[in-house]
Nanobody, 124 residues
């Protein structure tokens, strides 16, 4: 069983930056494909960013490309999401997710383990 714990969310103004962290325990972190998803009120959970086991491959949703950066530090069992130029439409609960197999990053059903989420609120 893998446990994921997110942190770093908060209330910020548009144009500000936040750095989210997700710490994993209960497994070999370097074996996992990691991703960030988000869910706004009344909306479906959507893909934000994904990263391969080594960090050599990443992918982003079009809505965050150029503003967000996903990275990982396997020595610290941690994946990060650096969020710059935040917009009100980025407001959501952000979830860290992990899976053991390669493939596309985009689908929630492909991820076995999920964190509890961290709230990001961006005001106008």
């Amino acid at each position: 069983q893998v446990t994921l714990v997110e942190s770093g969310g908060g209330l910020v103004q548009a144009g500000s930056s936040l750095r989210l962290s997700c710490v994993a325990s209960g497994g070999t972190f370097s074996n996992y494909v990691m991703a960030w998803f988000r869910q706004a009120p009344g909306k479906e959970r959507e893909f934000v960013a994904g990263i391969s086991w080594s960090g050599g491959s990443t992918d982003y949703a079009d809505s965050v490309k150029g503003r967000f950066t996903i990275s990982r530090d396997n020595a610290k069992n941690t994946v990060y999401l650096q969020m710059n130029s935040l917009k009100p439409e980025d407001t959501a609960v952000y979830y860290c997710a992990a899976r053991l197999y390669a493939g596309t990053y985009y689908y929630t059903r492909d991820y076995r383990f999920w964190g509890q989420g961290t709230q990001v609120t961006v005001s106008s």
